[in-house]
């Protein structure tokens, strides 16, 4: 068995002593990468504390000689004696002889998923869960977190993450505490974060805490922090749909830097789907982050976060003919993607060591954008051009700043803040026509909301998390937000409560009630191909989304190699806006009257079993739920099922490693088709019917995919082979329906996707 | 010139460019749609007008062949819940047999035909091997024409005016005018709304011209397509209208006319409510073409029940998007039960101008 090396190292001294207890708290690290280790034992006497995801710890004891006791898994017992004279954080890291890969083996570092001590979130980091099978053999932490019930992907080729009967746009990513629009790329296909740079991810779907605000579904944290290292570790990876270089180094003992930068495409996928798709919109991509902390006292951090998020499509078509025995140049120009630019800047401020204060100030421009240009030139006597700019675009930007104050104690932890976003929305959507340069469809243009909306969202929100024995804890808390478009004034109160109660050790419960509130919405086309999404804000008389959720959990761990949950949800939301019956933008730019406010409601059950036996893991996941929306105008008013709504949602995943150095794993994945909306009917001689809005639901979707992965160390480093096979039995599920020649044609969007990519890291 | 390039020319483009790129992903794999049970389908617009039917047919599914029509068909219609009249089948449409190939089974009013304002009616439709289908609706109160004015003008009609069939044929008849300097009329008609109660308005043109040729064909009785000027964008109704009868200038009253070349057409009518002036007078302004020396022109305004105006609504909505691929898709508005379609009832207000 390897040895481990303990190192103790004293980072700060801070405070006064507190009585007789003194505050001890720190981190186990790997010595190599910096990567918190998550689920370590610190044994104090008698007393076990376990790492959470970001690999901290901390207990309260008495001043004096203590024997800390680490133990990770399979290995030694390390012991390292200290003595304490004041509150104290101490970082352990593990030697640098002991490789990842080695810890790995053992199966010291639990994969998979975890609860943190705060039930409402789910965490994992990176490396635990990298041995799933992913499309294009890129790590992807969106995917990984499609794995836990209750959240879906919107459907191949759809974007982002579906959580509890919600929408894309109802997701509240942070990275580094920072919310970010738009944290992936192709429509939710890869995710924009580098794996690289995280070092911890955590998931909430419900109960939330009152810091987080401003989206109704779901909370996802990117945490990059990274420790002081004196190495320079370097990653290079070469795949078929993304390549990149990753560096994090510590140009001095107070400051450390990781940059990642990726660049892609997904027209490698034009060889791997099928020849018949010459035509299909590929992406070209990349993706840069940055983080950069600088301890500048023993109370104080700086930090500076850069996500730069870019897609790109383009595609440009040209060719001349006759027409009336007139030359005329046909050009036609597609263009579609999205820039998410965030940057910002956070000052931890550490006044006594259960007290912290940090504030964020931040701006970000985020940009979607697709459509087609169509430009006809007509070589008369004099030349004429005829343009139409068919588009559909949204900007924002915005600048916020942040203050949020930690407060910690033996019963009582406090946490309250102060937010402020000004942002400015700019959703425009419709055809520009153009007749020798001059706008001729100006009467209906000039009714649309071209010049964009501005939006100031301030508030503040306390909460208390109340340990009150061993078994019970109340996290109740108040979040308030002010929302004003300068000419209207909403107040919305937002009530959080999480009850938690530990039955035994094998056993834990939870509750929670949580109000959220939405200020800026994506509407979403119903038409699976139309591109014609848009983010709007709410001003005037468009409110902001409402969504109330219950749920009640139980954590269970029914024996040494098993973890599970059970969750049951009811939300139900109001607000939410949705295009009306036969809305259209080829020619009428003004969203606002193709717009109506809906009801959602959303129930469900979701069910999350994962094993850990020797050499394999096992994800069993399933969900049982149903999503409806609602609105006077649209089905009659009769309720319908949401394009989302998706009952029965079954993953199975298992990963075994042959050898120490080659794992396969292998996920199966099946759930009910999705929804939409289709005239299946034909009243004779007249209209076609549509007996209900979102009438058809496509057969169950259902496919396999492989992972295989081989590491291996050598002196300078590590090498990773990844193959994944995506969809192995080429399943042909429907991803939309079009007619051709009078009859119906299914349109499938990947079929088997095989993928190679390599992985450098010295 | 702007509406044919935006029709013609760059709109499908788009849609064409737009779905080149979608199309291009198919996978030549035929799909099947869940098997769509047919559904006994109720087109029935009932007022005074010689238009009024109750029309029976069938929704079935896209990929089914269309479905020939037991005529064995009752429908029975109830005055406030009582047996009004049991209607009868269009007989001479049936070609022969127990069954109609046309699709359909027509029940027109008969003779005795009035129904009364503001009572309810409904109708029970029995269709061989399905549930019973009924609808109800109430006959609105007729909305008196206070007044009528016009004046001659020349100038343009808006776009969308001279993109619809109705123009079109309009022209193939009568050639085609520059817009900008045709010869125009503007009706000003004025009346009371109902106060208190919600109304949904229609407004039709009929003119009657004599066209030059030996009786009986002498008049026409032709439907006139009009425009706002005060609304770019207003929801109209696509009005089928069987121009199947002339006015006998003997007798003064309609006849047949099966020769007539342009029998039927679509007009566009407006459609609005009274949303801002219920229960005040209230005056719109219209334009169309203008009539023939010597002609007449019968303006009706029709008050509609609130089944009515959605169901047009909604017809209107489909027609305006259903060239767009990526439109919402719109569910026609229904007041049926076990089955689909629409049974609608307005009251109508005429006035006839000699020029």
Redesign the interface.
């Known amino acids: 068995m390897k040895k481990l090396l303990f190192l103790t190292l004293l980072l700060a001294v801070c405070s006064v002593l507190s009585g007789q207890r003194l505050r001890i708290e720190g981190v186990v690290l790997d010595a190599q990468t910096g990567i918190p280790l998550p689920d370590a034992e610190i044994k104090v006497n008698d007393d076990k504390y376990l790492t959470d995801i970001r690999g901290r710890f901390s207990f309260y004891h008495s001043a004096g000689a203590l024997t800390l006791v680490l133990k990770y898994g399979g290995y030694e017992e390390m012991k390292s004696d200290l003595t304490v004279k004041r509150d104290t954080t101490i970082l352990l890291y593990y030697d640098k002889l002991v490789s990842i890969e080695e810890v790995r083996v053992t199966g010291s570092r639990k994969p998979g998923f975890k609860q943190d001590a705060n039930l409402e979130i789910t965490g994992f980091a990176p490396a635990e869960v990298s041995f799933l099978p992913v499309i294009g053999s890129s790590e992807d932490l969106l995917k990984k977190i499609q794995y836990l019930p209750g959240i879906q992907s919107g459907g191949e080729g759809s974007a982002g993450l579906i959580v509890r009967g919600g929408q894309y746009d109802q997701n509240l990513f942070n990275l580094n505490g920072f919310p970010v629009y738009q944290p992936y790329h192709f429509s939710g296909l890869i995710s924009a974060i580098d794996p690289f740079m995280v070092s911890g991810v955590e998931v909430m779907k419900g109960g939330f805490p009152a810091r987080y605000g401003g989206k109704l579904s779901s909370v996802v944290n990117f945490n990059t922090g990274r420790s002081v290292t004196d190495t320079v570790l370097t990653s290079v990876t070469a795949g078929l749909l993304i390549s990149g270089a990753a560096v994090t180094f510590s140009p001095d003992s107070v400051t450390t830097v990781a940059v990642s930068g990726r660049i892609g495409s997904t027209k490698p996928l034009n060889k791997t789907l099928n020849r018949n798709f010459p035509n299909f919109p590929f992406f070209d991509f990349y993706d840069l982050n940055l983080n950069a902390s600088r301890s500048i006292s023993s109370k104080d951090d700086l930090s500076l976060t850069l996500y730069v998020n870019r897609d790109k499509l383009e595609k440009n078509i040209s060719y001349s003919e006759l027409d009336d025995d007139v030359k005329t140049l046909y050009e036609n120009r597609v263009i579609s993607g999205w820039r998410d630019v965030l940057a910002g800047i956070s000052w931890l401020n550490r006044p006594a060591a259960n007290k912290s204060i940090t504030t964020r100030l931040f701006f970000q421009d985020f940009l979607s954008e697709s459509g087609e240009e169509i430009h006809v030139t007509r070589y008369e006597e004099e030349k004429q051009t005829e343009d139409a700019i068919n588009t559909s675009s949204s900007r924002i930007k915005e600048l916020g700043i942040t203050s949020d104050l930690t407060l910690k104690g033996d019963v009582h932890n406090l946490e309250a803040g102060i937010f402020t976003t000004m942002r400015r929305v700019k959703p425009v959507i419709g055809t520009f026509l153009y007749t020798n340069g001059e706008l001729t469809n100006k009467p209906t243009v000039e009714n649309a909301s071209l010049d964009g909306f501005f939006q100031l969202e301030a508030g503040a929100y306390i909460e208390d998390r109340i340990t009150l024995n061993d078994r019970l804890s109340f996290r109740p808390g108040i979040r308030l937000t002010i929302l004003s478009d300068l000419k209207s004034l909403y107040i919305l109160p937002e009530p959080r409560l999480l009850v938690s109660y530990k039955v035994n050790k094998n056993l834990s419960m939870m509750g929670a009630y949580t109000l959220t509130s939405q200020s800026i919405h994506t509407i979403s086309s119903s038409n699976a191909i139309a591109v014609n999404d848009i983010w709007i804000p709410s001003y005037g008389k468009i409110k902001p989304s409402r969504s109330q959720q219950v749920e009640i959990a139980a954590f269970f761990s029914p024996g040494k190699f098993f973890r599970g949950e059970v969750s049951l949800f009811l939300k139900n939301s109001r607000d939410l806006y949705m295009y009306r019956e036969g809305a259209s933008f080829v020619l009428y730019p003004r969203w606002e009257d193709n717009i109506i406010p809906v009801t959602g409601l959303a129930y469900g059950a979701e069910f999350l079993l994962q094993a850990e036996l020797h050499k394999t893991y096992a994800l069993l996941t399933y969900t049982l739920s149903k999503t409806t929306r609602q609105a006077p105008d649209i089905n009659n008013g009769e309720r319908f099922n949401h394009k989302y709504d998706k009952p029965h949602d079954l993953s199975l995943s298992i990963g075994y490693k042959i050898t120490q150095k080659l794992s396969i794993s292998g996920s199966f994945v099946m759930q009910s088709g999705s929804v939409f909306s289709f005239y299946d009917r034909i009243i004779q001689g007249d209209l076609p019917y549509l007996e209900r809005i979102n009438n058809i639901r496509f057969p169950l979707y259902h496919r396999l995919d492989i992972g295989l992965e081989r590491k291996k160390s050598t002196r300078w480093g590590r090498k990773t082979f990844r193959l994944d096979i995506y969809n192995i039995y080429s399943k042909m599920n429907p991803w939309y329906l079009t007619i051709d020649n009078g009859e119906l044609q299914q349109v499938t969007l990947f079929p088997i996707i095989p993928s190679v990519s390599y992985k450098i890291e010295f | 010139m702007?509406t044919y390039?935006?029709k013609t020319?760059?709109?499908p483009?788009?849609?064409s460019?737009?779905?080149?790129?979608?199309?291009?992903?198919?996978?030549?794999?035929?799909?099947?749609?869940?098997e769509?049970e047919?559904?006994v389908?109720v087109?029935s617009l009932i007022g005074s007008d010689y238009n009024s039917k109750v029309r029976v047919?069938?929704?079935?599914?896209?990929?089914e062949p269309?479905?020939q029509m037991d005529i064995d068909c009752k429908v029975d219609l109830f005055e406030d819940g009582l047996l009004y009249q049991r209607l009868i089948l269009d007989t001479p449409a049936i070609v022969s047999g127990t069954i109609s190939t046309k699709?359909?089974l027509d029940f027109p009013p008969d003779s005795s035909f009035a129904l009364s304002e503001g009572k309810e009616y409904s109708i029970e439709v029995n269709y061989p091997g399905y549930k019973t289908v009924t609808a109800t609706d109430i006959k609105p109160y007729t909305v008196k024409i206070s007044s009528i004015t016009w004046r001659y003008f020349t100038g343009g009609l808006p776009d969308w005016y001279l993109d619809t069939p109705t123009h079109k044929s309009y022209l193939a008849i009568y050639g085609d005018l520059p817009p900008e300097i045709a010869s125009l009329i503007e009706y000003t008609i004025v009346f009371d709304d109902i106060p208190g109660v919600k109304n949904f308005y229609r407004i039709g043109i009929n003119e009657e011209f004599y066209i030059g040729i030996p009786a009986p064909h002498r008049f026409r009785d032709y439907r006139i397509q009009y425009a706002l000027y005060s609304d770019?964008?207003p929801p109209y109704t696509a009005f089928f209208y069987n121009a199947r009868y002339y006015l006998d200038p003997g007798s003064g009253s309609l006849k047949s006319n099966k020769f007539a070349p342009w029998s039927q057409q679509t007009t566009f009518e407006i459609l609005w409510n009274d949303n801002d002036f219920d229960g005040e007078r209230h005056s719109i302004k219209i334009i169309s073409p203008r009539p023939y020396e010597g002609s007449k022109c019968i303006i009706s305004l029709y008050s509609l029940s609130k089944d009515y105006y959605m169901y047009m609504i909604?017809?209107w909505?489909?027609y305006?998007?259903s060239d767009?691929?990526?439109?919402?898709?719109?569910?026609?508005?229904?007041n049926t039960s076990n089955g689909?379609?629409i049974f609608a009832l307005y009251s109508v207000d005429k006035d006839t101008l000699q020029f």
């Open positions: 702007k390039i935006i020319f760059i709109a483009l788009i849609y460019g737009l779905l080149a790129l979608i199309v291009s992903c198919s996978q030549d794999m035929k799909f099947s749609l869940p769509a047919p559904l389908a087109q047919t069938m929704a079935r599914g896209v990929q269309a479905m699709g359909y770019p964008n909604d017809r909505i489909y305006k998007t767009d691929p990526f439109a919402e898709p719109v569910r026609l508005h229904s689909c379609g």
